[in-house]
């Protein structure tokens, strides 16, 4: 699975783009179902599939996307693994998988401020006590 994870990303030495896990959940299923659409063609028409998949380097183990009529972008490619086979995938999960990160360190912050606010009610109530 192509795995889309929340970064920070330089683009054009100027412009930071931030990609929120409900944006990368939408780019990875945005492929899955140009991989789909792959597999479908090699479900129907096994030859044209094989024909245009040679078109490419002798040895070369990707397809790419654009000659099936899947993709709008002559650069998409996919494995021809990946199109024979393609993985049960939903938006859920990928939603899940890049969300849990974000989560995470949500929670550790969170939990680091509580007990700096704590320790510092340790400290005046010390005080206050003596």
Same mark, same amino acid.
């Given at each position: 699975m192509q795995r889309v994870q929340l970064a920070l990303r330089r683009r054009n030495d100027s412009v930071v783009d931030v990609e929120t896990p409900y944006t990368a959940a939408d780019t990875v299923m945005a492929w899955y179902q140009k991989v789909v659409c792959a597999h479908d063609l090699l479900e129907r028409d096994p030859q044209r599939f094989w024909d245009l998949a040679r078109t490419g380097e002798r040895g070369d183990t990707k397809v790419n996307l654009h000659s099936f009529g899947c993709s709008p972008d002559a650069d998409d490619t996919a494995s021809i693994a990946v199109v024979k086979s393609p993985p049960d995938l939903s938006w859920w999960y990928v939603y899940v998988w890049e969300i849990a990160p974000?989560? /995470?360190? /949500? /929670? /550790?912050?969170?939990l680091a401020v509580y007990a700096f606010v704590i320790a510092i009610g340790w400290v005046i109530s010390g005080f206050k006590a003596s």
């Open positions: 974000v989560l /995470a360190w /949500a /929670a /550790a912050i969170s």
